[in-house]
């Protein structure tokens, strides 16, 4: 299983797999990579349900107001694409340097 969210590769259409702790504390705009993503659930085993996974939401299973917040629930995810591709970092946690003054 890939350990590295740029080792997950995605091919045009449904791709299944195991979330990892590398997920955590992301948003899938912040991963997608080059990846133009369609359609995004979450497997949820604890109400035997997928649950629709906005770009823009937080995967913190930690966070009561998540919609899988408080648990170890999720399992799986399953994303639609485009085109093939391969997930990966779109921002950096480094700051940047400032600017030397004149």
Known sequence: ?????NEHKLYKGWN???TTPVFTNRRLEDVKGNCNILKSYLWDAGSQQWINLPLTEKLDE???????????????MVLKVAENCA????????PQIPRIPN
């Open 16 to 18: 299944f797999f195991g």
């Open 87 to 94: 997930l990966g970092e779109t921002k950096s946690d480094i």
């Open 1 to 5: 299983m890939p350990k590295l969210i």
């Open 62 to 76: 930690g966070d009561e107001e998540s919609k899988w917040g408080g648990g170890n629930h999720v399992l799986g």
